[in-house]
């Protein structure tokens, strides 16, 4: 099992950064492939970047691309999300999840440790 803390939230206005993080327990953290997620009041959750197991292969929404980056520190068992030029869209609940499915092959319902969320609001 892993558990996994997110950090690093808060308000920034439109057009500025946040670093979100995501602490992880356990000794196999290199086995999974860490997602970072998002849900805004009245949406679904949605997915906005994963890295593969040795962060060889990363994935992004459309929505984020070439905004932000995600990236894991293996030795140190956390995942970041990198966010730049943030947009009120942006506004959402984070979360960072873990599978051990293949990068390429997995969706959502297939995460199978979550954390708690961090709030993130991008003002006009």
């Known amino acids: 099992q892993v558990q996994l803390v997110e950090s690093g939230g808060g308000l920034v206005q439109a057009g500025g950064s946040l670093r979100l993080s995501c602490a992880a327990s356990?000794?196999?953290?290199?086995?999974?492939?860490m997602g970072w997620f998002r849900q805004a009041p009245g949406k679904e959750r949605e997915f906005v970047a994963a890295?593969?197991?040795?962060?060889?292969?990363?994935y992004y929404a459309d929505s984020v691309k070439g905004r932000f980056t995600i990236s894991r520190d293996n030795a140190k068992n956390t995942v970041s999300l990198h966010m730049n030029s943030l947009k009120p869209e942006d506004t959402a609940v984070y979360y960072c999840?873990?599978?051990?499915?293949?990068?390429?092959?997995?969706?959502?319902?297939?995460?199978?440790?979550w954390g708690q969320g961090t709030q993130v609001t991008v003002s006009s």
């Open positions: 999840a873990a599978t051990t499915t293949d990068i390429a092959r997995a969706t959502m319902r297939d995460y199978d440790y």
């Open positions: 890295i593969s197991s040795y962060g060889g292969r990363a």
């Open positions: 356990g000794r196999t953290f290199s086995s999974y492939v």
